[in-house]
């Protein structure tokens, strides 16, 4: 036999839009009051969701500047052997050994040797400067992502065809030439050959002298460069990966293949830039916890404001109290609707700072090629966050109206 649930009665049904009915009437009476108890509201929630925002733009901001070092790159270079070895006995790295990872690795789009070597170039006032060349291939550019604001980088027809060619800093061209383009087609004598310059570069992210790439430095073919050395050795390698999720396999996977080439003692240390993308992630979310905590406190402060108004609201509505108490409503009633006004102030001023809140990331991809990252998360806990305030400051009024003596309370005056 089906059993058939009954439906409640049709005043239990209306009990709870009653309740919100009445709470809208005592808002619509008390305009100026439910206004300023719910801008608190909408200042802390608006902001709690530009807080992300700041967060999450910062973060945006560090790791695509990380990222700007180099596309995906990997780095490896000879460290040495046993402490006890000689000079002899050193187990440098060479061009074979690139062609070997490029072989065994996979999602290698770009991949680079490096020789560094140090001239003396004559400088303005007819003096010399030792300056630093470094002998790289034509892919150099790319997996170093470099910007060339002058002329071009060398190609694989260069390398191949070992022409003497180069590529200056900023600062160098502007030292030598007064400017990058009066540079384009001068020439330079390194080891007594003339090299001419065909173009200028930077890092696309400012290093501060930490990396391979010094405000002086002269790019040229690696094929050229091996001319000027009485070794085969290379002094690092640089790797791209087409996909940033294979960086961390693949640096193992490099520095098993070196090995496997190379002396058991022998040491080639492999690295990537993705502990330092972990390290600006921390830091901008560390930044974020903090900020998020000044907004709690703004939000903490606007619940004490709402816990106030309906404190004192209770005050003024004694009598009403009172009477509805005689007609049958219950304590459970009495507290039920306080506390809808007061998760209704909250939730009101909480939307409405939400909207304030996105307005300005949202405006500013109209008006900026920028686009500021938004979190819809924020927006779940913005709201979140405002029902519980409404919730917890506004039990205490509720539950003081609910406790009032319905005598006493119809006597009050």
């Known amino acids: 036999m ?19 009915v009445v709470a ?14 719910a801008l608190g509201m909408v200042i802390g929630t608006a902001s709690l969701i530009l807080v992300v ?39 440098y790295m060479t061009l074979d050994d690139m062609r070997a990872i490029r072989a065994q690795v996979p999602g290698i789009v770009a991949a680079s040797p490096m020789i560094q070597l140090h001239d003396q170039v004559p400088v ?22 470099l910007v060339i604001p002058a002329g071009r980088f060398f190609d694989e027809y260069d390398s191949t065809s070992r022409n003497k060619v180069a590529l200056i800093t900023k600062s160098l061209a502007n030292r030598l030439f007064s400017s990058e383009e009066a540079a384009i087609g001068q020439h330079l004598k390194l080891n007594g050959l003339p090299f001419t310059i065909v173009g200028t570069f930077r890092e696309r992210v400012e290093t501060f002298g930490q990396s391979e790439i010094s405000d002086d430095t002269i790019l040229i073919p690696y094929t050229v460069a091996r001319y000027f050395t009485d070794t085969d050795a290379v002094k690092s390698m640089f790797f791209s990966m087409s996909d940033a999720e294979r960086v961390p396999t693949a640096t193992k996977e490099i520095q098993a293949v070196l090995q496997s080439r190379h002396r ?66 219950t304590n459970q009633e009495i507290r039920l609707q306080f506390l809808t006004e007061a998760v209704l102030i909250s939730l009101v001023g909480g939307s409405i700072g939400i909207i304030a809140g996105l307005a300005i990331p949202v405006s500013l ?13 924020s927006v779940i806990i913005a709201l979140v966050v405002s029902s519980m305030v409404g919730v917890l400051f506004g039990t ?18």
């Open 2 to 20: 089906t059993t058939v649930v009954p439906r409640p009665p049709v005043y239990e049904r209306l009990h709870y839009r009653e309740i919100f």
């Open 24 to 37: 809208i009437e005592t808002f619509r009476s008390n305009t100026i009051r439910f206004v300023l108890t």
């Open 396 to 413: 205490l009024p509720a539950t003081r109206a609910a406790q009032l003596d319905p005598v006493e309370s119809l006597r009050h005056e």
């Open 124 to 145: 303005p006032g007819g003096k010399v400067r030792d300056e630093m060349v470094l002998g790289v291939s034509s892919e150099y550019q790319y997996v170093r992502n």
């Open 264 to 329: 058991p003692e022998s040491v080639y240390p492999v690295q990537n830039l993705t502990q330092l993308l972990e390290v600006g992630a921390k830091t901008a979310n560390a930044l974020t916890a903090v900020l998020l905590l000044i907004s709690a406190v703004t939000l903490v402060v606007s619940g004490v404001g709402i816990m106030n108004i309906m404190l004192a609201t209770v005050s003024a509505r004694i009598r009403e109290i009172g009477v509805r108490k005689a007609v049958g409503a």
């Open 365 to 377: 991809r109209f008006f900026t090629d920028y686009r500021v990252p938004i979190s819809g998360l």
């Open 53 to 91: 925002t700041i967060g999450l733009t910062g973060k945006q901001y560090i790791l695509r500047e990380i990222n700007a070092i180099g596309a995906n790159m990997i780095t490896a270079d000879y460290d040495g052997g046993s402490i006890y070895g000689s000079a002899s006995s050193n187990d």
